[in-house]
Structures are given as C-alpha cells and as structure tokens.
C-alpha cells in the first residue's frame, strides 16, 4: 500500500518551472531519500508534500486522501527543518508538547508522550531548557522529539544534518535510521549528501533539474546506473568517465587512441563515454583490461590509498586499499575490471550496456 | 627542570597582576563616568523634584537649597487651581495611547507583509519609507495642517492621533521589518503550521509572543513621542478643555510658572512625567533582548 502518491505533479513560480511533471509512488513504512544537486527541487517537492507550497498541477495523495487543498495541520505529517525553527519562546517540554496541547490532549497525556519521546532522544535532563541554551545537536534532537511526539504517517526531513559538524552527523545518521527501524514511520528524507542518501535509504530518488532520473534501492542505482548523471553523483570518489567513439572492429577508441575490448554490440562511429569506478580500478593483476599510465597524484586516507593516474590526456582515479608503495612520476600498469565497465551515449546520457 | 618553569610562571604572574590593576583602574574610570552622566542626567529631575516639595521663596534662595526643609503637598493640590490638570494628563493618556496602539497595528501588519512577501512596487514602498525620515519634520507644519483641516480634523482628538501614528510608522516598520527577518523566520510559522495551527492561532501564539520585544520597542516610541510633543498639541487643538499635559504646561509658563507659581509649574512637570515613567517600566520587561536567539541555526 502507498502512503504517497505523487501523480504528474508541475511546479511554477510564476514563469519559472522549478518541477515540470513529477510522479512519485512511496510505501507504507518506507525510508525515501531525495538527492540532488542545490536547486533540482528537492525542497519544493518535500514542500507540497508538507502543504507549505501550493500544487501548481497534478495531485498528491496522503494514505489515498488527495490532500492538494489540505492546510498542513490536516495531513498528519510531521516536518523536520534545516534551521530546525524551534519556538524560541518555549521550553524543550513545551516545544515537543506543542503540537499535542493543539490537538486538545489534557496536560498530563501531553507530559506522558514528551517524557516517552525525550527518553528516546536523550533529553529527558534538557526538558526545561529554552532552545537559546541548546547545543547545535540537541536541538536537532528536540527538532526530531517535536516530529516523533505527535506519531504522524509521514515525517519529512529537509537536510536536517546539514548544520552539524561531521562527528555528529554521522551519529544523528545512525540514529535517525535506528529510529526509524524502532517507529516503522515512512519517512521522506531530503540531502544533497550522497552518503547520508546511500546510508539511510531504502531507495534513494536522484533528482536533477525538477525531474527523476532514477529511482531504486542504494546499491542497485549505484551498480546499475540509468544515466550517467546517476553514475556520477552517487559514489565519492565519482566515477571515472572518459569519452571515446565506438571502431569498426567494435572497440572503444578513447581520445588518447587507447583501444578497449568493449561495446561489440554498439553501432560503429558511435559517440560513448566510459565510466568505471575507482574501485574497480586495480594496481596488480586481476584480470582486467590492461593499461599503463603515470602517477599525478597520490592521497593516502589511511585505510585506502587514492591516485590519480594520466591515461593519455585523462586523469583517471583509482582507489585502492592499504597503502602504495608508488612515488609521483611513477609508470604503473592498471587493470579496469570489465564487468564494471559502463557506456554511456555521449549526448543523451543514457547508459548502453544494460 | 625548575630553572625553565620557574620565569614563564613568574613572568605570567607579572602579567596577571599588571591586568588586575588595569581592570581596577578601568572599573573605577567607568563607575565615575556613569557617575557624572547620571549626575548630568539627573540632576534637572531632582531640581524639578525637589522645588515641587517647596514655597516659591524656597526655590529662589541663593545659595540654592537642594533639601527642602519639609516635604510639601501643597503645590499638588494648588496646580488644580491654576490650570485642570488631570483633565489635561487624561487627554495626553488617550491621544499617546490611541497613537501608540495604531502604530502598532499599521506597523506590525506592514511591516509583516514587506518581510514575508516580494512584489512589484515593494523596492519603491521601502525607499519611500526611508526618504520620508531625511526630511526635516519641521516642513510639514504647513503641509499637514492644511491636511488635516481639508478633512476636517481640526480640534479633533483624532486629527492628533493620526498624526503621531503617522509620524512614527516609518521607523516602526522598518524596526519591525528586520524583526521579523531575523528573530521570526518564516519556518518557526511554517514549523507552526504543520504542528496544527490555523493561520490566526500561528499569529496569536507563536509570531506575536516571539515579536513582543519588537512590538514594545515600537509602543513604547510612539508613546513617548506623542507624550512628549508640543508642537502638533498646540497647532491641531485649541479649545482650552482639550489640551495636552504639554501645551497645558506652556499655558502656564506663560502665567507666571516661572516666577510667582513657580512650585506649582514643577509640580505639574512631576505629575507630567510620572504616566510616561509607569508606561517605560510596564513594557520595559518585553525589551528584554536575547528571548529569541536559538530558533534557528
Ligand atoms: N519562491 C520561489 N520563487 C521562484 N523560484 C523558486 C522559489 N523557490 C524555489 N525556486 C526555484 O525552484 C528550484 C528548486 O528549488 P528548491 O529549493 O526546491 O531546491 P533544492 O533542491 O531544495 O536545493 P538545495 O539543495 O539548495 O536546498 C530552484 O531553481 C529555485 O530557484
Ligand atoms: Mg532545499
């Protein structure tokens, strides 16, 4: 069952269209990520959802209700905020009640539910706190407790970790998805974050320009990349793309001449790209097509090892485990594992080698 | 190892101690500086005090007596005689007041709309806005008489109260408008709405109590302002029962406030200032900055 449906939605301010024509279907107890680079319309979408922005076309159904003329308060959704807009003027406790004291629950059910969620998020000692003498990540955390107390069908999240330094990110990330497995809740969860995207979702929506360009499960878009704006923004280091044309004999013929076994099944003369990700790049025999090259850059992070090597007039980048024992200037011999080597059509994106 | 510890410690110590002293002396110059600015301050509001506790002879003697010998009541109940004085300091209460609350009003809700909305037109409202505070006020005696008798406000209390309400919008909205900026973003609404609240319930319980510093700043403006203006009373009225505490008081400098009822004069300033001291002390609370830092970021 679908807790959102998101049918052909448009978006205008005035003559800018920031969502052209978006659908969008989100199960029950689902956790959906949004990435994409600043401006696709991320927040615009988790917008409409919350009914902070209006429906310009198409319609969007909350547990099958179309809520496109529903005042936020009646969609029982829950909304975490990048700034996290707590009420200055309210306690922790007054905060997190907030919601339920509208709701005309009697101050004692108010109390009980507050205590219940503070003691989730550990702020059971911070309850009489203004939001003022909070920390960065405490008050996130009352940002959540506000969301979590009133047991909404939908949380939506817009970058709630955007304001945290790295340490705590990445602790507020595995709690969030600890909670989530804890409430059950569908949660929609807005980033521009590619690891927060590939660690929390069960599928990620990769957005570009207003429009979907894939959606699916972390690692069957980061394996099988639709399009090779999918293929570049999720992983880090991003995936290696070097253009090249198809030959005769059904090779790819790179700018710097190199000829590569792959695409037989291509149309002669046809503009690729080749995309392979670092790690599938090898530094002793696997097995893999074999290419020289020389060292330009060497990155040690402590458990992998980055280089980046010249092919040609291509840098190509290649992460390795452990350490090298390679100095800058160095010729090495790479391998480029076949099997994860993707093209892409040059103009249109599209990958060819599904 | 004691040989190289041993100066830096010292020499630490050296500095600590020279600090301390330097703290002292800037303490002290600070406590004599506000001494003598609250002396400065001060010191024409005990004079006036002061003589409205004493006879006329009193007040002139030289040397200057600046304790009264006995505390008089009498001036209090004699200004009665001489000008209707509460009549006068009701008068002021209801114009500044009215004023005040208009103000407000105006203020808030346009100062609401040019911090929450773009449209065409708004640049152009915002520099107007502001040009009108680089003009004299002085130049628009003439102007704003001739208006407000063409609409026939003339001797009104209401001709009174729109100008004052008038004078001071330009500031309140411009103070309100960065308010709302920066202490009210519009998430913490937003953030309201989704918790369920309606439109009106966001306003009446999240934006008005979290701008309630902003609000007071601009009452109590307006207020003062009114209460304290002499020009516009004495222009835009001018039957006697329905003057201002102000021009009541100039009346009567020109009755012999500054010589034979001299302590009557001070005592109509004293009761002049008390309305306008409670107002300060009674929104003074809601001034109180730093209430909404920690929403956001
Ligand atoms: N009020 C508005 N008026 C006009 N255009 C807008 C408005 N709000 C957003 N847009 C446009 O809509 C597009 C999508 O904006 P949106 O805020 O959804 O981006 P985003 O994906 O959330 O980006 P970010 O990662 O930077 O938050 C942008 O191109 C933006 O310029
Ligand atoms: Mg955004």
Redesign the interface.
């Known amino acids: 069952m679908s807790t959102i449906s998101v049918r052909n939605v448009t978006k205008k301010y005035g003559a800018v269209t920031a969502i052209p024509d978006l659908s969008l279907e989100v199960t029950k107890g689902e956790f959906i990520v949004l990435v994409g680079p600043s401006g696709c319309g991320k927040s615009t979408l988790l917008r409409m959802l919350?009914?902070?922005e209006s429906i310009t076309e198409g319609e969007v159904a909350i547990d099958g209700e179309v809520v496109n003329n529903m005042?936020?308060?009646q969609r029982n959704?829950?909304?975490v905020?990048q700034?996290?807009?707590?009420?200055?003027?309210m306690t922790v406790a007054g905060n997190m009640g907030?919601?339920l004291k509208?709701?005309g629950a009697d101050k004692a059910e108010v109390a009980e539910r507050v205590n219940e969620v503070a003691k989730i998020l550990a702020l059971d000692s911070l309850l009489d706190r203004?939001?003022?003498?909070?920390s960065?990540g405490q008050?996130q955390r009352v940002a959540m407790g506000?969301s979590i107390v009133?047991d909404p069908s939908v949380f939506l999240f817009d970058e709630p970790l955007s304001?945290l330094d790295a340490k705590l990110r990445v602790q507020m990330r595995a709690e969030i998805k600890s909670l989530h497995n804890r409430l059950g809740t569908t949660i929609v969860y807005v980033t521009h974050d590619q690891i927060e995207a590939m660690t929390m979702a069960d599928r990620i929506v990769v957005m570009n320009a207003g429009t979907i360009e894939q959606v699916g499960a972390p690692l069957d878009l980061y394996d099988q990349p639709a399009n090779r704006f999918v293929a570049e923004f999720l992983g880090s280091p991003s995936m290696n793309l070097i253009d090249g044309t198809i030959s005769d004999s059904g090779t790819v013929v790179l700018g710097s001449g190199l000829e590569l076994p792959l695409g037989a099944s291509l149309r002669a003369g046809a503009e690729v790209t080749l995309g392979i990700r670092p790690e599938y790049i090898s530094l002793s025999d696997t097995g893999g097509m074999k290419v020289r090259c020389m060292v330009s850059v060497i990155e040690p992070t402590g458990p992998a090892t980055i280089l980046v090597v010249e092919m040609g007039d291509e840098k190509v980048t290649i992460e390795v485990t452990g350490r090298v024992a390679h100095r800058v200037g160095d010729f090495i011999d790479i391998w480029m594992a076949k099997e994860h080597c993707h093209l892409f059509d040059t103009s249109s994106g599209i990958r060819l080698d599904q | 190892m004691d040989a190289t510890v041993n100066p830096a410690v010292r020499q630490g110590q050296g500095i600590f101690s020279r600090y301390r002293r330097v703290d002292t002396i800037t303490k002290l110059t600070v406590i004599a500086a506000t001494v003598i600015a609250l002396i400065y301050i001060l010191l024409p509001i005990f004079w006036m005090l002061k003589s409205s506790f004493q006879t006329a002879a009193e007040i002139k003697q030289l040397p200057p007596k600046w304790i009264p010998d006995q505390i008089r009541l009498d001036s209090y109940q004699d200004i009665n005689l001489l000008i209707p004085i509460w009549r006068y300091i009701f008068n002021s209460i209801y114009v500044s007041a009215a004023a005040a609350l208009l103000a407000t009003l105006i203020g808030t809700s346009a100062a609401y709309v040019l911090s929450r909305f773009r449209f065409p037109g708004m640049t152009l409202i915002l520099v107007t806005i502001l040009v009108t505070q680089l003009i004299p006020p002085i130049t628009r005696v003439f102007p704003l008489y001739a208006l407000i008798q063409d609409a026939g406000l003339l001797n009104t209390y209401t001709g009174l109260i729109l100008s004052y309400a008038g004078f001071s919008l330009p500031f309140s909205i411009l103070l309100l408008k960065g308010y709302f900026e920066s202490?009210c973003?519009p998430?913490?609404e937003?953030?309201?709405?989704?918790?369920?609240?309606?439109y009106i319930?966001t306003f009446l319980r999240?934006i008005l109590?979290?701008s309630l510093p902003g609000l007071a700043a601009v009452t109590i403006f307006t207020f003062l302002n009114a209460w304290n203006d002499f020009l516009w009373a004495s222009l835009l009225l001018n039957s006697s029962e329905m003057k201002t505490i102000q021009v009541g008081i100039g009346d009567l400098t020109a009755e012999g406030g500054g010589t034979r009822y001299v302590s009557m004069f001070m005592a109509a300033c004293v009761l002049a200032t008390v309305p306008a001291l409670i107002m300060f002390i009674f929104v003074q609370r809601w001034l109180v900055s730093?209430?909404?830092?920690?929403?956001?970021?």
């Open positions: 919350a009914g902070l005042m936020p308060r959704i829950a909304m905020f700034s996290y807009a707590l009420y200055p003027h907030f919601s509208l709701d203004k939001p003022a003498q909070l960065g008050r506000r009133r304001n | 202490s973003p998430e913490i937003e953030a309201a709405l989704v918790d369920g609240c309606s319930s999240i109590p979290i730093g209430l909404t830092s920690g929403s956001v970021k």
